[in-house]
């Protein structure tokens, strides 16, 4: 078993910045990706990005593609996701998630179903 706590979530205004971190324990995060998902009011839950754990490549959805910024600290069984230049439409709530399947080639998981273990979620509100 997994756990995972997000935290770092609040209120922002418009432009401003947020770093959102994510805790694992219960298993080493020898996981092949971690990813962030975020689900605003009244829609689904979609992709944000993700990481490889093993060697650190990154993937981003368009919408925050030059925003955001996935990383990873191996010592400390961390995930980050450092949001700059926040706009009203990235309010929702931020959910990681670790993926300990591998994938062959460059695939890279961007759909819920394909996680294994995910945290509570923290909210995160950009006031415009």
């Known amino acids: 078993q997994v756990q995972l706590v997000e935290s770092g979530g609040g209120l922002v205004q418009d432009g401003g910045s947020l770093r959102l971190s994510c805790a694992a324990s219960?298993?080493?995060?020898?996981?092949?990706?971690m990813g962030w998902f975020r689900q605003a009011p009244g829609k689904e839950r979609v992709f944000v990005a993700a990481i490889r754990w093993s060697g650190g490549t990154t993937y981003y959805a368009d919408s925050v593609m030059g925003r955001f910024t996935i990383s990873r600290d191996n010592a400390k069984n961390t995930v980050y996701l450092q949001m700059n230049n926040l706009k009203p439409e990235d309010t929702a709530v931020y959910y990681c998630a670790a993926d300990f399947k591998h994938y062959s080639g460059s695939y890279y998981p961007t759909e819920g179903y394909e996680y294994d273990y995910w945290g509570q979620g923290t909210q995160v509100t950009v006031s415009s």
């Open positions: 219960g298993r080493t995060l020898s996981s092949y990706f």
